[in-house]
């Protein structure tokens, strides 16, 4: 079989290290990965994914201060969830063409301004349109710091993406306990503070630009070369779709919890909104743990494993938990966000491999999904809890990690992917 080579500047994109000649790729591995960028990048993360949880995370405020409904709340993380999955492929396919090694501090100055306007916002048309501004930013932050994650892994792209969706989970983790000691007791004026915290992550990401900009010049002479065992253009389709399917489950569900669990505590079993919140970042924070997990085991023992254990394997979880108790709920949902979370970089990653010379828009497609399956999740289960109750929701909630049978579909990818 003839192996198709194609050059770099037909691409115009960086070249991602598993699909360098031999030796380039070889001396890349040898150097390791780029710890300070990694760390920096996984920063940036946790700091963007941080502001931007604060929106779910002060639901219970917006919903007394404005007396606003279920699907109004929906609306809201429609709002800034559909905003950024709409433009992450777009923004992944023009930095497929162009690089754009600032782009990254850019976006991030319009999560600033959408804090400032959510934290004066005294119209429900004017939180929309500050939701819609956070998710701007996000739109342009996912998919070009998903390269730079691979491009500082040294051949390690497991464990830098779990390194990268590390940041984000913790981040997400932060929003419900930040909004109980701040934003609860301060109330919505106090979310302003948080673009000081915008301002921290533009600095940041401006350094880590300047460390970009060279690595686009040092790749312009790069061949790339497909794998002789790489699989057909028609089983890349049918894996994608898979790939996209597995997404939607997971990030469903994670988004039920994390859009109306406050609410499903407050209803069930009459806790407070600040003791809600706190058991939304125990959630949260076992996502996150997860979330690093299944990277380094994907690198190992193969990304297909990984998203088969995670997806499906929570299943006996999530059908428990409609019928637990509060401290029970409280450990199914750990167990959950350990075991869920794991699939988030193993998915991502084989989508990259299985397309490479599209890594932008691949990268964006799947951020893309995340969001606004996400999103729009939020919309729906938000007006059928209005029709039936909260209650009903997770019920039928549980069993879309079902949908994890579809792994079965997945090619086997080559051993040097791995």
Not at 74 to 103: E, N, R, W, Y
Request: a positive charge; glycine letters at 10%; hydrophobic letters at 55%.
């Amino acid at each position: 079989m003839n192996k198709p080579v194609v050059s770099e500047e037909a691409l115009g994109e960086p070249v991602p290290m598993s699909e360098l000649t031999p030796g380039l790729a070889a001396k890349a591995a040898a150097a390791g990965p780029v710890y300070v960028v990694l760390a920096g990048i996984s920063f940036s993360h946790f700091l963007n994914d941080t502001m931007q949880s604060l929106i779910a995370s002060v639901y219970p405020i917006l919903k007394d201060n404005y007396a606003l409904d279920f699907a109004q709340i929906g609306m809201i993380t429609l709002a800034f969830q559909f905003t950024a999955s709409l433009l992450q492929p777009v923004v992944g396919h023009f930095t497929d063409k162009k690089a754009q090694p600032f782009s990254l501090a850019i976006g991030m100055g319009f999560t600033f301004f959408g804090l400032l306007m959510l934290s004066v916002a005294h119209a429900y048309g004017a939180i929309l349109i500050a939701a819609s501004l956070v998710g701007l930013g996000s739109a342009v932050f996912h998919p070009e710091s998903s390269r730079i994650a691979r491009l500082a892994s040294g051949g390690r792209y497991g464990f830098a993406q779990s390194v990268f969706q590390l940041g984000g989970s913790f981040g997400t983790a932060m929003g419900p306990v930040l909004a109980a000691l701040i934003v609860v007791p301060f109330g919505q004026p106090s979310i302003a503070w948080f673009s000081s915290i915008a301002f921290l992550a533009i600095v940041i990401l401006w350094r880590i630009g300047a460390w970009y900009k060279p690595q686009i010049a040092a790749r312009k002479a790069a061949v790339i070369e497909r794998h002789p065992d790489h699989p057909d253009q028609r089983r890349v389709r049918i894996a994608l779709i898979v790939l996209v399917a597995l997404l939607i489950s997971k990030q469903l569900y994670v988004s039920s919890l994390s859009s109306y669990y406050i609410f499903y505590l407050i209803d069930r079993f009459g806790v407070s909104t600040q003791a809600a919140q706190l058991y939304l970042f125990v959630f949260l924070a076992a996502n996150a743990a997860g979330a690093f997990f299944g990277g380094p085991v994907g690198d190992r023992f193969g990304r297909k494993y990984v998203i088969w254990f995670s997806i499906l394997g929570a299943l006996p979880f999530t059908l428990a938990l409609p019928y637990a108790g509060l401290f029970a709920s409280a450990v199914l949902t750990v167990v959950i966000g350990l075991i869920i979370s794991s699939a988030t970089s193993a998915i991502i990653v084989f989508a990259q491999e299985l397309m490479p010379h599209r890594f932008g828009m691949i990268s964006g497609v799947f951020f893309g999904v995340a969001f606004g399956i996400g999103g729009l999740g939020a919309a729906v289960l938000g007006k059928l809890a209005d029709h039936t109750s909260i209650a009903f929701v997770y019920q039928l909630c549980a069993f879309l990690p079902a949908i994890g049978l579809l792994a079965v579909f997945l090619p086997k990818m080559p051993k040097a992917a791995h």
